[in-house]
């Protein structure tokens, strides 16, 4: 196969260079990934995230999703909770996840397990979304078997006839299938690319009990590339 090898320029990340915590150090690289994204189209989603969870059998699913919540607890994701990964979760709620920039040779990866995001800030979410984003979580049961294209056209169709007039005051309930998860590291890798695959590997790794801004509660290291 023919590949066209791109050799990483990136300026990578030194130990001199993090903020104090990890926390801190994920809202600069988010924030930086979103200002480039403004201005550039080698950023089309800054907030895409992959989300990785492990079946009844043991293998592996992968799939990105978009980041929409992010504190100092850990970043967060909205899903149907009935989909393959809303199962796989509730089985097993051990998860891996990764923000990846390869314009400018970055990528953030957690390790952890998830927890289920308060009702509330879901429903804050959710009135949030675009009027049609709104019907579509009512649509779509998602990774749901289905047999056409028109088919799910017409469910929402339907939703759209059951949510008119609610709809213009911005009132789409949550639909009671819907919900967030938000991922609880236990590990955070900032890698930064750079010449000659000398890439920089920079991991937090818990240590106590606190949240994502508490120093104390994470061990500093640096991974070989």
Not at 39 to 48: I, K, L, Q
Not at 61 to 84: H, I, K, Q, Y
């Amino acid at each position: 196969m023919d590949h066209a090898r791109v050799d990483y320029t990136g300026e990578g990340l030194g130990e001199d260079q993090l903020e104090p915590t990890a926390y801190r150090q994920i809202c600069r690289w988010v924030e930086e990934a979103n200002a480039r994204a403004a201005v550039s189209a080698d950023v089309p989603e800054p907030m895409a995230i992959s989300v990785a969870t492990v079946d009844a059998e043991g293998c592996p699913n992968v799939r990105t999703v978009l980041m929409r919540f992010l504190d100092e607890r850990g970043p967060g994701f909205v899903t149907c909770l009935t989909s393959a990964k809303g199962q796989e979760l509730a089985a097993n709620p051990q998860i891996a996840a990764a923000l990846t920039w390869p314009a400018m040779f970055r990528a953030i990866r957690f390790r952890g397990r998830v927890e289920l995001i308060e009702r509330a800030e879901v429903e804050s979410y959710f009135d949030s979304r675009p009027y049609g984003s709104r019907i579509s979580a009512w649509t779509s049961r998602q990774s749901e078997p289905i047999g056409s294209r028109a088919e799910l056209e017409a469910e929402y169709e339907r939703r759209l006839a059951e949510f008119p007039e609610r709809a213009a005051a911005g009132e789409v309930p949550v639909p009671p299938f819907w919900g967030g998860y938000r991922i609880v590291p236990d590990e955070v890798e900032f890698w930064g690319g750079r010449r000659s695959r000398l890439h920089d590997r920079i991991v937090f790794t818990r240590v106590a009990a606190g949240s994502l801004d508490d120093a104390g509660a994470w061990r500093i290291h640096r991974r070989q590339p």
